[in-house]
């Protein structure tokens, strides 16, 4: 079945606690990227990936590392989360070019800093 | 730098009947996407449309792009309580770059 997964689905930590949040997708995807949610601002982009080793920032990306040494993988790390960085995350893939530009989501982790 | 506003932000209507839904956005943007949430659910991508002009269609959903107004409507014909959900549009600036609308929270009345 094609799909995104996302690890863990639900995380509560503390302040300064490094964490990684694991993206994988299965569908050969060359692009890759993490979005926040947030009550009354819908989602906005954190990082992105066009491919192995090519990333980019999106409109937040203060506060967040990503990584992409393989093509499935797409990890969102936090060094030190702060409790501003609270919120639901989605991991997103899709192909490129005509006809590929379906984003597919994934489950979501919902993150408490505290 | 696209900006992308949706309104309404809320909806809530009565079954079998019609609505849309509007989306501008405030510079070029080259795709421009709808998707529907459920509540607590993942994001399910609804339509992508390319050009002007384009319309598309499924079940009682039609979505349509006009690039020189820098609009977009998402249209509910004769409504069904299935489709009580969150709506967002989404436009792209060439470069996988996505901003998403703040959403419209659909709710559709027996």
């Known amino acids: 079945e094609a799909q995104v997964t996302q690890n863990p689905r639900y995380l509560i930590t503390v302040t300064g606690k490094k964490l990684t949040v694991t993206c994988s997708q299965n569908?050969?995807?060359?692009?890759m990227s993490w979005y926040r949610q947030d009550p009354g601002l819908g989602l906005r982009q954190i990082y992105y990936?066009?491919?192995?080793?090519?990333?980019d920032k999106g409109d937040v990306p203060e506060g967040y590392k990503v990584s992409r040494k393989e093509k499935r993988n797409f990890p969102l790390i936090l060094e030190s989360p702060s409790p501003n960085q609270t919120s639901l995350y989605f991991c997103?893939?899709?192909?490129?070019?005509?006809?590929?530009?379906?984003?597919?989501f994934g489950p979501g982790t919902r993150l408490l800093v505290l | 730098e696209l900006k992308v506003e949706q309104n309404p932000l809320f909806l809530s209507m009565q079954e079998g009947k019609n609505y849309t839904i509007y989306c501008n956005y405030s510079?070029?943007?080259?795709?421009l996407y709808w998707y529907r949430q459920d509540p607590g659910k993942s994001l399910e991508s609804l339509f992508v449309?390319?050009?002007?002009?384009a319309v598309k269609q499924e079940g009682r959903l039609m979505a349509s792009l006009d690039t020189k107004a820098r609009l977009s409507t998402l249209h509910i014909t004769a409504a069904v309580h299935d489709l009580s959900a969150t709506y967002f549009c989404?436009?792209?600036?060439?470069?996988?770059?996505?901003?998403f609308g703040t959403g419209t929270r659909l709710k559709v009345l027996a």
């Open positions: 510079t070029t943007s080259d795709r």
């Open positions: 449309l390319l050009s002007n002009g």
């Open positions: 569908m050969n995807h060359e692009y």
């Open positions: 989404a436009g792209s600036s060439g470069t996988y770059k996505y901003i």
């Open positions: 997103a893939s899709s192909g490129q070019g005509l006809g590929q530009e379906t984003q597919y």
């Open positions: 990936s066009m491919n192995v080793e090519v990333t």
